[in-house]
């Protein structure tokens, strides 16, 4: 064979050394060979050694070995480890075949190590002399030679360095060649020549190999653990530790090998289970994620984002196993400091936790750390034990891992049945499966009644299902447990619950759980929406969404959505443009009205529409189409900005949400606009008052704030519509409440102002709505304020607040009125309001402006100005220009 086909980098000639290269070596040493001589005689057992080694040769082309040296055995060279287990399984198999054809026992031992080594080309005249054509040299030979001299017949012991790597890769063998391997750590064993202790790993096929750890010998001694030494040498280890241990500390500590920082990210791998208990196969990898979370320093990439990135990387998420190799390009990839690979493992009785952090530039394990305890029920506290050591190593203070580190029993669940369900269902969950997540979501609430976080995963599934009801008792469920959720979780289940029950008082918590943990993107994309929506303070919501949008966040396409979205409101279309864009880079699908409503705000129409579809395609929601009228009114297609047909409820038949009932209240707004007579607006008004003040009186505390807005915008109307007593009453069936969330108060302020207007008193009507304008008042405060300003015969101040309303078209657009109930109507008057505009100017004597905002009005509503409900004010402007 070539060098070409190993890809091995030999060095090119005599006395050049090549760089050193990780390789794994393989020793393999016939047992009793001479007393296989002596029984069978020379020529026999040459007939006999001549086979084996035609048989030997054969297997190691077969998985791309290279011979290096031969003497009882050979000397094998092999690029990865699991090549080399592969072959070491097949060479004994064969030799078992051999030994029953033949009728004679020939055993063998292996020997695998893996590390760097130095390969190079002797000269063709130390060849001819008998020098070997390949030299390699390194630390990895004599220890790959001890672990052969170590092994039993039969047996293939390897170091854990290789054995972890080629365990995980054992998957590529094929299930035949893996159904009957077994893989048994036998604990560190020191070998003569060898400075430091080594772990050792058996693989072996389960019909014929010894699967027993080897007893120590003149080159190799077993390494006790401390509870099978002699309790004199124990004493003797406590004295030496109490006499030299301070010292030793400042003295051999060394500084950190990779560079982490406060808040870096770290990959955490598949699990590597060395037993034969499979519930550790989809719980313990879980668990580390949730005691390394509790950390402040310390971030861990979330598990879909681990699984986008291998889909990049053009592997199956389901079956791939995030290895050393490729835990370390996910790590690279998404910007992660580190890699950490957990391991379980059967050792002298004792389950042992292990966890290397890896660094993911050379693949190289920079730390190591383990616990071990007696039973599967202490693998939890092992990996509390193991979670603390390793925030401690990656620059963590000691302080504040004491501080930040509760049980796993406490913060998760002490059942490891309960713990696989809930990862399974979070697994589900990551891929929007949510009929699937909530089953193993309960089905681990049966196991562990107390498992907050599993509550918590609950409630998230029944408010995406809009059942907020249901949200709420399983978050009020996790917070009756505090002792059962880490500070993190306890602050994030207490905003929600606040959230529902006094939505005011919620904004408060939001913004303390986003400052405090930053990256903590589930909380701080949670806390911008709630920011925009219970009080448009876009402005503030907008830092929070930068942080949520980071690489990391596995939903940051709903980030950058959202982000792009509060962009348009505050007028920054090109930022809003490139949010969207990479939103839909990051894999957003089939929610584009905001994006369509961001071209529109801007009248580019033909790209809105283009993006949002015809009718009966796109989001197919309440909100879709509230901004199809919008959009269809924007461009003056008054007769046609009618409801789509293919709106989809948001909840059950009736509820306030229900399309009819939303849908309702726009074409209600629209109509206090088109000049539809006051005394049918006002009767088609008080049917909906009652009938929602219906439902707001037995509705769920958390369906509450939605109903009261719907009432009180209701209120405002019938306000406009000169109805001041039915106005009232709507005030009356949505009392105000110290909880309700800022929005809901302004629009109560505004229906207030504009009973004042048209009671006559205009000046009342400003005294209110004067202290609401501070960046984040609702886009109809405006237009109450030019109709006031009109009635006091201020039309300077009219003429400003006119150009303001013209001027905001984003905030028209993009302002949360629940479901977008506001938006058809905002975006009318700002149309309107260069009629409006154009009115004032001319009063004002300033003709010019007059003309010019009567002709923007003209080309944006084409139609209206000469036919519609506008063209009699048009018509007047027009005579008196």
Known sequence: MTAEIHQLEVAPGPGRVATPQLRTLVVCDIADSTALVERMGDQNAANIIRKHDRLARALIEQHRGREIDKTDGFLLLFER?????????????????????????????????????????NSPEDVARGAKPIEVEGLVKPVAARLAQLAKPQQILMSSAAAGIAHRAEGELGRDATAHVRWETHGRYRFKGIPEPIEVVEVGDTEFAPLHAPKSGRTAKRVLPWWR???????????????????????????????????????????????????????????????????????????????????????????????????????????????????????????????????????????????????????????????????????????????????????????????????????????????????????????????????????????????????????????????????????????????????????????????????????????????????????????????????????????????????????????????????????????????????????????????????????????????????????????????????????????????????????????????????????????????????????????????????VLAGYLAAHAGDVQLAQRALAIAKADPSDIPLLDNLRDVAEAEIQRVSGRPQNALAILKPLVNGSELYVTHVVMMDAYADAHANVDALAQARWLASHRGRAYFENTVDQLLTPFNVAQSNLALLDEAEFSLALGDKPAAREALAKFTRAWPDLGRSGFTAARVNKLAAGL
Request: charged share 20%; proline share 5%; glycine share 6%.
């Open 81 to 121: 480890p699991v090549q080399a287990a592969a072959f070491a399984l097949d060479y004994q198999r064969a030799l078992k075949h051999m030994s029953a054809a033949d009728g004679v026992v020939v055993r063998a031992r292996v020997g695998i190590h893996m590390g760097d080594v130095v390969i190079w080309e």
């Open 229 to 711: 030494r002699p309790l004199t040498l124990a004493a003797e280890a406590a004295m030496l530790v109490i006499a030299v241990g301070v010292g030793a500390w400042f003295l051999l500590q060394s500084p950190p090998t990779l560079a982490f920082g406060a808040r870096d990210w770290v990959v955490v791998g598949g699990l590597h289970n060395l037993t034969t208990d499979k519930l550790f196969d989809q719980s313990v990898d879980s668990a580390l994620r949730i005691s390394l979370e509790q950390s402040q320093y310390v971030n861990v990439l979330p598990e879909l984002s681990v699984r986008q990135t291998l889909q990049r990387m053009e592997l199956n998420p389901d079956k791939a196993t995030v290895n050393r190799a490729v835990g370390s390009q996910i790590a690279l990839r998404d910007g992660a400091r580190a890699l950490i690979l957990p391991m379980v493992a059967e050792i002298g009785g004792r389950v042992r936790v292990t966890a290397e952090v890896i660094d993911p530039n050379t693949q190289a394990t920079v730390y190591s750390v383990s616990a071990d305890g007696v039973g599967a029920q202490s693998v939890l506290p092992s990996l509390d034990s193991v979670s603390k050591q390793l925030r401690g190593k990656l620059g963590e203070a000691l302080a504040m891992v004491s501080k930040q580190s509760m049980p796993l029993a406490h913060v998760a669940t002490a059942n490891l049945n309960a713990l696989k369900a809930y990862s399974l269902g979070d697994a589900a969950y990551s891929v929007l499966d949510l009929n699937t997540a909530e089953a193993y979501f309960n089905e681990a609430l049966q196991i562990d009644p107390h498992f907050a976080l599993a509550r918590v995963s609950l409630a998230l599934i029944y408010y995406a299902q809009n059942r907020p009801d249901k949200a709420l008792k399983e978050m009020r469920a996790a917070q009756a447990d505090p002792a059962r959720l880490s500070p993190r979780e306890a602050l994030y289940v207490d905003a929600w619950v606040t959230n529902f029950l006094a939505p005011r008082k919620a904004l408060e918590k939001w913004k303390v759980l986003a400052t405090v943990y930053p990256d903590y993107f589930r909380g701080v994309g949670a806390s911008a929406f709630f920011i925009w929506s219970d009080s448009n303070d876009f402005t503030a919501a907008i830092p929070y969404l930068r942080q949520a949008a980071a690489p990391e966040n596995p939903h940051r396409a709903i980030s950058e959505y959202l982000l792009g979205t509060l962009h348009a409101e505050a007028g920054h279309y090109a930022d809003a443009m490139k949010a969207f864009s990479r939103a839909i880079a990051d894999g957003l699908r089939n929610q584009y009205s905001y994006y369509a409503a961001a071209y529109a705000a801007q009248r580019q129409f033909p790209k809105a529409l283009s993006i949002l579809g015809s009718p009966g395609t796109g989001d197919a929601s309440i909100v879709d189409a509230n901004i199809r009228i919008a959009i269809a009114l924007d461009q003056g297609n008054w007769p046609t900005a009618s409801v789509p047909g293919n709106v989809t409820p948001a909840s059950a038949p009736g509820d306030s949400s229900s399309p009819g009932t939303s849908l309702d209240i726009t074409d209600l707004s629209l109509r206090a606009i088109d000049g539809a007579p006051a005394k049918a607006q006002t009767a088609a008004l008080a049917g909906y008052i009652d009938n929602v003040g219906k439902t707001l009186a037995s509705a769920d505390i958390a369906m509450r704030s939605d109903l009261k807005f719907r009432v």
